[in-house]
């Protein structure tokens, strides 16, 4: 039983840490070996324990907040894309995997808040064929006065392939124009 009581402490004490509901004596029998597990009141989110009910999976929760403001907070300066001459690296899109983006797609993403930009893009390589048969293709996004928007993806010589109005785009008023070619998403500086 002083065993019992010992692994008893050494649990409450981790339960306090982790900020677990104590355990009470009633549960452990005496002379018997168990496993002690907790089941919380609240059903867990799928994506990420400390999410309650109605919260959606997102990488703001697991950043602090200094990091979420400083993501959310919109920096993009059209003037900066031209130092991007060049990438150092090279990332993978989240979702489509085949498809890649340099540093200054991800600038843009970053600092516009625009990383559905890059899906756009990504998702129009596997769902059309008139873009996906393109091996050149200039993306180029042009936002109105109203806060709608343009997104139209060319051949390189000025003919659209696609077209897709945005009913609703916080993207910064001088719009960007991005380049995709052997499966990389890249400003035209970059290329």
């Not at 019992?4 to 355990?23: H, I, N, Q, S, T």
């Not at 890649?100 to 390589?125: C, M, N, P, R």
Request: hydrophobic share 40%; proline share 4%; glycine share 8%.
């Amino acid at each position: 039983m002083a065993v019992d009581a010992a692994l008893f402490a050494k649990g409450a004490a981790l339960a306090r840490y982790k900020g677990l509901p104590p355990k009470t004596t009633d549960e452990i029998a005496e002379g018997v070996n168990f496993v002690a597990f907790r089941v919380p009141a609240k059903a867990l989110s799928a994506c990420y324990p400390g999410l309650a009910d109605g919260q959606r999976c997102s990488a703001l929760h697991l950043m602090t907040k200094r990091e979420r403001t400083t993501m959310t907070a919109k920096t993009f300066n059209p003037a900066t894309l031209r130092q991007f001459t060049g990438t150092e690296t090279v990332y993978r899109h989240g979702l489509a995997r085949g498809i890649l983006y340099t540093d200054g797609a991800k600038y843009v993403a970053e600092s516009a808040g625009a990383y559905w930009l890059l899906d756009e893009i990504a998702f129009a390589q596997k769902g059309r064929r008139a873009v996906a048969a393109e091996e050149f293709q200039v993306w180029k996004l042009v936002v109105n006065a109203d806060g709608t928007g343009r997104l139209t993806c060319e051949d390189g010589n000025g003919r659209a392939v696609f077209t897709k109005r945005l009913a609703y785009t916080d993207f910064p008023p001088e719009g960007v124009e991005l380049y995709f070619v052997n499966s990389t998403i890249l400003l035209p500086f970059e290329y």
